[in-house]
C-alpha cells in the first residue's frame, strides 16, 4: 500500500470526483483498470475484479456480502494522477442495479459516460444519463471498443443527440475501425496517435494542420482524404467546443479508442483532467449555499451493510463536501441534532482500504456506522444545515411481501421501517387492502438484499411474490379515487409512506389510457411536485 495515499493531499481545486456511467459490457471495469493504470494506483491489468468473478459474485450475492471487504473497494477509488487526487465512484451495471447507483452519482461532480461503439446508446446508460442530466453535471464520452467494427461515427454522435438529447463536441476523430482501425486524429492539439495494441507506447505524429504531409505520409492518401472530408465535416456542422455548456452539461466532448488495448484513454484522461470541474459550492434545503471553504461538512450518499456479517458491520459513505476533515473529529448529525465522534475514517485505495487522517471537498469516506445513519444525512462541524434532499426514483419492480412466520411480526415491522427509511427499498400499502405490502425497488437485487437484511439484521424471514407491475405513478386527481376510471384487473392503486396514492401500471400504454380517459390527473413519476 502507497503511503502516499495515508495523506490526503493539497486543496479541493486539485479533486476530480466523478462516476462512469454505462451499459453492462461497454468497458467500465476495463476502463476503470486502466485509469488505475495511470494514476499507479495498481501495477498490472487483471487486479480489478475480473467480469467472471462479478458474474459468480452476482448469482451468489450472499456469499460476497460476507467477503463485503473485496467488492465494498469498488464504491470509490482513490488515486493521484498528474498533482490531482482523482476518487472514481462506483456505478454497478444492471445486475446490481439500485437506487444506490443513482444516488452515487449526487456524489459525483461529473460523470464518464462509456459508450460501446457497437451497441451505441443502451438503455442502462439512458437511466444514469438523466440523473446527471437532473444535476447538470459535466458529461464526458468515451466510445469504446474501436478495435472492432462498430456503428459509423457520426451516426453515433447523432444518436447521443437524438436519444439522449446532448450536443457533442468530438475532441478526437478515429480514422478506421475493426481490422482497420489506424487509430485516432486529435483535434485541439493536431496530434495522430497511431493505433497499436501495446498500451502506452502509442506512436504518436505531431501535425501542424490536417493538411500536413507527414500525416498524409502516416496515413496514405485514401484516408487522409477520408479523415479531412469527416474532420471538415465536423468543423462545419458540428458543434464547436464550448467549456461553459461543457460545465452546464448541455455538451459533451467526446473521445474515441479501445480500453482493452488501452488506446485513446491517456489522451482521453488528460483532458478530463483539464476539463472536468473540481468540487463546487453544494445548496442546502433552505436555499442557501455551502462553499468549499466553509467548516467541514458532508452527506451520507451510501451505506453498504453486511461488510463484516460477524458484527453486522455497516459502512455509511460521505461525500466531503467542504473544509477539511481530520480524524476523530466530531461533528453535528443535522438529522438527530446529536454529536458524533467520526473516529476511523477509511478511504480506499486499489484494491485495498485503509484509516485516513485528513480528507477534502470531493473525497469520500467510508465511516463506520452502527445504525445511527441514514441516507441525505449531513454532518457538520459549526453550523447545523441539512443539504438539499437526495432525489427519489421511481421503482421498476415490485413484488407482495409476507413474513414468514407470524411470531415474528415486531421484528418484520421494525426492518420493514428501518430499511424502507434507510432508502434500501420503498414500501407502500393496497389501497383497499392495508395488511398487505407492496415493495417497490428500482432494480431486483435490491429485493434479495432486502430478504437477506431481514433475515440478518431483524431476525424476520420474509417471502417476496412478484407483482406484473413495471411503473409507479403518484397521483394527483381532482375526483375521488373511485370515480377514477382505470382497468382494475391491469392497475392497482397503493400508498405510500406519507399516504399519498400511488397507481402501479403493468406498461406506458395503460398509463396513457388513465391520462386519456380522466381528464385533469397528474400521474408523477416520483413523489417530488405531488
Ligand atoms: P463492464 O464493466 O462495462 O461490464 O465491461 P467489462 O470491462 O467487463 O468489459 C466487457 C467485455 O468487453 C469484456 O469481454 C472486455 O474484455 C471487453 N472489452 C472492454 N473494452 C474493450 C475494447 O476496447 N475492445 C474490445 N474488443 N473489447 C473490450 P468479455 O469477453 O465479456 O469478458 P472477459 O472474459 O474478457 O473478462
Not at 502516499?4 to 462512469?20: D, L, M, N, V, Y
Not at 460545465?247 to 467526446?254: D, E, I, N
Not at 488506446?263 to 468540487?279: H, K, R, S
Request: some cysteine; proline content about 6%; overall charge negative.
Amino acid at each position: 500500500m502507497s503511503t502516499e495515499s495515508t495523506k490526503a493531499q493539497g486543496a479541493p481545486a486539485e479533486r476530480r470526483t466523478f462516476a462512469i456511467i454505462s451499459h453492462p459490457d461497454a468497458g467500465k471495469t476495463t476502463l476503470t483498470e486502466k485509469l488505475l493504470l495511470f494514476g499507479g494506483a495498481i501495477r498490472e491489468a487483471g487486479a480489478v475484479k475480473g467480469k467472471k468473478a462479478r458474474r459468480h459474485a452476482t448469482s451468489d450475492w450472499m456469499e460476497i456480502e460476507k467477503q463485503r471487504g473485496i467488492s465494498v473497494t469498488s464504491t470509490v477509488l482513490q488515486f493521484s494522477y498528474r498533482n490531482r487526487r482523482i476518487n472514481i465512484l462506483d456505478t454497478p451495471g444492471h445486475e446490481d442495479f439500485s437506487e444506490d447507483t443513482y444516488r452515487t452519482l449526487t456524489a459525483a461532480d461529473s460523470a464518464m459516460m462509456l459508450i460501446d461503439a457497437a451497441k451505441g446508446v443502451e438503455p442502462q446508460t439512458i437511466k444514469l444519463f438523466e440523473v446527471c442530466r437532473m444535476r447538470g453535471i459535466p458529461i464526458f464520452t468515451f466510445i469504446n471498443k474501436l478495435d472492432r467494427q462498430g456503428k459509423d461515427p457520426l451516426a453515433l454522435l447523432e444518436e447521443l443527440e437524438e436519444v439522449l438529447g446532448i450536443r457533442s463536441c468530438p475532441m478526437n476523430w478515429p480514422i478506421g475501425m475493426g481490422q482497420e482501425f489506424q487509430g485516432i486524429y486529435n483535434r485541439p492539439d493536431n496530434r495522430f496517435e497511431r493505433f497499436t495494441d501495446r498500451g502506452t507506447e502509442t506512436e504518436q505524429i505531431q501535425v501542424d494542420d490536417i493538411e500536413d504531409e507527414a500525416l498524409r505520409e502516416a496515413l496514405g492518401p485514401a484516408l487522409h482524404e477520408q479523415l479531412k472530408e469527416e474532420v471538415m465535416l465536423l468543423d462545419i456542422a458540428g458543434d464547436p467546443f464550448d467549456a461553459e455548456l461543457v460545465q452546464r452539461g448541455k455538451l459533451t466532448p467526446v473521445f474515441f479508442g479501445s480500453a482493452i488495448a488501452n488506446f485513446g484513454v491517456e489522451t482521453f484522461l488528460n483532458q478530463f483532467i483539464d476539463l472536468a470541474p473540481p468540487p463546487g459550492p453544494r445548496p442546502t434545503d433552505d436555499g442557501r449555499v455551502v462553499t468549499t471553504d466553509a467548516p467541514f461538512s458532508g452527506f451520507v450518499f451510501k451505506i453498504q451493510a453486511n461488510m463484516n456479517p460477524a458484527h453486522r458491520d455497516r459502512v455509511a459513505f460521505i461525500r466531503v463536501c467542504s473544509g477539511r476533515f481530520e480524524r476523530g473529529m466530531t461533528v453535528n448529525h443535522v438529522r438527530t441534532g446529536k454529536k458524533v465522534n467520526l473516529a476511523q475514517p477509511q478511504q480506499f485505495f486499489g484494491q485495498g482500504r485503509e484509516i485516513i487522517d485528513e480528507a477534502y471537498p470531493g473525497d469520500i469516506l467510508g465511516i463506520f456506522d452502527p445504525g445511527l445513519f441514514r441516507i441525505g444525512d449531513t454532518l457538520c462541524e459549526a453550523d447545523k444545515f441539512q443539504f438539499e434532499k437526495l432525489p427519489q426514483f421511481s421503482p421498476e419492480h415490485f413484488a407482495r411481501v409476507y413474513v414468514k412466520n407470524t411470531l415474528k411480526y415486531k421484528q418484520f415491522h421494525k426492518g420493514m421501517e428501518q430499511l424502507s427509511e434507510e432508502g434500501a427499498i420503498q414500501v407502500f400499502r393496497q389501497a383497499n387492502r392495508t395488511e398487505d405490502m407492496v415493495l417497490g425497488a428500482v432494480g431486483q437485487l435490491q429485493f434479495e438484499v432486502f430478504q437477506h437484511r431481514m433475515k440478518a439484521e431483524y431476525g424476520a424471514e420474509v417471502e417476496l411474490h412478484n407483482l406484473p407491475y413495471s411503473f409507479a405513478r403518484w397521483l394527483v386527481s381532482p375526483v375521488p379515487i373511485e370515480q377514477l376510471n382505470y382497468d382494475r384487473q391491469a392497475i392497482i392503486v397503493v400508498k405510500d409512506h406519507d399516504d399519498r396514492f400511488v397507481m402501479l401500471f403493468p406498461n406506458e400504454f395503460t398509463i396513457r389510457l388513465v391520462l386519456d380517459k380522466n381528464p385533469g390527473v397528474e400521474l408523477h413519476p416520483t413523489s417530488y411536485g405531488v
